[in-house]
């Protein structure tokens, strides 16, 4: 399990351009806590012409990662402040998504302070509600479903993967 599981987030990780491969590669440290084999993912809606889906299984942002990709989907990028919006309004309403965290496809693990989504390496837009805290130990972006993006330690149990199509 531990091999297929280095694996993916190694396929994962090729997706990013080659200079920060070896960067992300070296901080991403999979710790499998539970089985992640295609965790089922339901879907949130359509905000933008974009398709999003949350997962069930409490997991770590790289295990958020590998969940989207076994769905066929990638980690949510959120582009506007109405995309987040609705997609917290809908999330926030829904006892499904307990316990209102969500994992996004945010990182500052290359450089400190200097947020991108992962698949894309397009800077996050700070003009969107966001709360980071510049701190060594927490480089993944959560989405709060009160409607604000936050940087938060990348190996928490206490998040939900939020996907989109790719």
Not at 142 to 161: E, I, N, T
Request: net charge neutral.
């Amino acid at each position: 399990m531990k091999l297929k599981i280095s694996i993916v987030v190694f396929v994962t990780v090729s997706l990013v351009s080659s200079t920060t491969q070896t960067a992300l590669q070296d901080k991403l440290v999979f710790k499998p806590t539970q089985r992640i084999d295609k965790a089922p993912l339901t879907e949130v809606g359509v905000f933008n012409n974009k398709k999003f889906y949350a997962g069930n299984l409490v997991s770590t942002w790289s295990q958020s990662l590998e969940i989207c990709h076994l769905n066929g989907k990638v980690a949510a990028v959120i582009e506007s402040r109405d995309e987040l919006n609705k997609l917290a309004l809908k999330l926030k309403y829904s006892n499904e998504y307990l316990p209102g965290y969500f994992w996004t496809a945010g990182h500052d693990l290359v450089e400190e302070g200097k947020f991108q989504w992962f698949h894309r390496n397009s800077p996050v837009d700070l003009k969107l509600p966001v709360k980071f805290v510049e701190s060594l130990d927490r480089n993944c972006v959560q989405l709060h479903f009160q409607g604000y993006l936050f940087d938060w330690v990348c190996d928490d149990l206490k998040a939900l993967p939020l996907c989109q199509d790719p």
